[in-house]
Each structure stands twice: as structure tokens, then as C-alpha cells.
């Protein structure tokens, strides 16, 4: 069973539009995260909750809204999707500040 | 910038060589993760040292840590072609959940 997976694995949109990519863990953790790696393979950190709480919320634009309904799970819902928005997308757990599992990424291109 | 910074960004050698790679982080941690990512997936945990510590094993991996100087290095013995990456190392803070990555390096082992 794949520990961290993520919906869809590839996204082509045009500018504007407003897509969401989703995130399950079956591994019990109650740490999640949001990860943006991009064209130079640079990785940051966006959002991360905690049993359902936001706890980190970089400084990233309010396009991008995170939704937890349950441990298990973290969305990723981006409005008005910009050129500058392509990258791969990783979804991430741990427990506190242990090791963390990585998704598959999701590729996202905006045209 | 907060991201943490690696050296060297690139390394080709040629099997059966050993690799090191160097990393430097900013702020105290917890403890620093090293990962290794393969081309179009999702990062993979290799080795987590803690704050106290200084040297750590995992079959051809040794990882160092020097807090004073904020740095650490993987050290990959008689490498393997498969052993062809990207290598990230992570800091965590103390009594976060946030995940620190480095800028990576892109290791290529020619058969």
C-alpha cells in the first residue's frame, strides 16, 4: 500500500483557472505538509497542520488555501492559477519532527 | 533566505569512488535528515541525526554533524550507478515541525 499519495500526478491548465490536487497518508501521522520544488529543484516549505491545525503557513500567496479535513488527508486548492504557479507539488507526513514521507509529487503546468 | 545551502550543487564520479556532500544550515536544530531524490519522484528518507550527536552509520552512508560550524556531510562509500540522485539535506528547529531543506546535490555515478 503506497504510504503518501497524491492526486493527480500531472495538472496542465490554463492561467486563471483553479484546480486543487489532494494528499492521503496511511501511515498514522499527525503531521502534514505542503511542499513547492521548482525548476531548479529548490524545495520549500508552504503549509504544514497538525491534527487538522495550520501550524506553518509560509509566506505564500492567498491563492493557495490548504484544507485538512482529517489527519489522513490535506488538500491543496490554488484560485487563479499564474505562469509562475508550475512546479511539482509534494505532499509530506511525519510524526512531529521525525522523518518524513514523500508522495509522488504533482506536476503542475499552467499555460 | 532560510534555505540551506550544499556543496557541491553537482559531483560525477565514477563507481565504486566514494562521494561526499556538504550541507550548511542557519539556526539551531533538532536534529538533520539527509534524503535522497531520484529523477521525477518524491524525496526518500536516507539517515536522521540528532542534535547530540556526531557521527551516524547506515550501511554505505556516514553522515556527520558539527553544530558549531552548522554543517554536515554524507559520505556514500564504493558508489553505485544506482546511487545516481539528488541529495537533500533537512534541519529541523527545535519544538517545530518545520523542515528546512537544502539547496541539494545532483550526483551522477558513471558506470
Redesign the interface.
Known amino acids: 500500500d503506497t504510504a ?1 499519495s497524491q492526486t493527480p500526478k500531472y495538472l496542465v491548465t490554463q492561467m486563471g483557472n483553479d484546480k486543487s490536487i489532494k494528499c492521503e497518508q496511511n501511515l498514522g501521522h499527525d ?1 502534514m ?1 505542503w ?1 513547492k520544488q521548482d525548476s531548479k ?5 508552504m503549509f ?1 497542520y ?1 491534527n487538522k491545525e495550520l ?2 503557513n509560509e509566506t505564500v500567496p492567498n491563492r493557495f488555501s490548504p484544507k485538512s479535513p482529517d489527519k489522513a488527508h490535506l488538500n491543496l486548492h490554488i484560485n487563479s492559477l499564474e505562469l509562475g504557479d508550475s512546479a511539482v507539488y ?1 505532499c ?1 507526513s ?1 510524526h ?10 504533482t506536476r503542475l503546468t499552467v499555460t | 533566505s532560510q534555505q540551506g545551502e550544499e556543496d557541491p550543487q553537482a559531483l560525477s564520479i565514477q563507481e565504486g569512488e566514494n562521494a561526499t556532500m556538504n550541507c550548511s544550515y542557519k539556526t539551531s536544530i533538532n536534529n538533520l535528515q539527509w534524503y535522497r531524490q531520484n529523477s521525477g519522484r518524491g524525496l526518500v528518507h536516507l539517515i536522521l541525526i540528532r542534535s547530540n550527536e556526531r557521527e551516524k552509520h547506515s550501511g554505505r552512508l556516514r553522515v556527520t554533524l558539527d553544530t558549531s560550524k552548522k554543517s554536515s556531510s554524507l559520505l556514500i562509500t564504493a558508489s553505485r550507478a544506482a546511487d545516481t540522485a539528488s541529495y537533500f539535506c533537512a534541519s529541523v528547529e527545535p519544538g517545530t515541525y518545520k523542515y528546512i531543506f537544502g539547496t541539494g546535490t545532483r550526483l551522477k555515478v558513471l558506470a
Not at chain 1, 529543484?41 to 516549505?45: G, Q
Not at chain 1, 512531529?96 to 509529487?105: H, I, M, T
Open positions: 503518501v503531521t505538509y511542499y529543484k529548490f524545495l520549500k516549505i504544514s497538525n501550524i506553518i509534494f509530506a511525519s512531529r519532527s521525525g522523518v518524513q514521507y514523500f508522495g509522488p509529487g
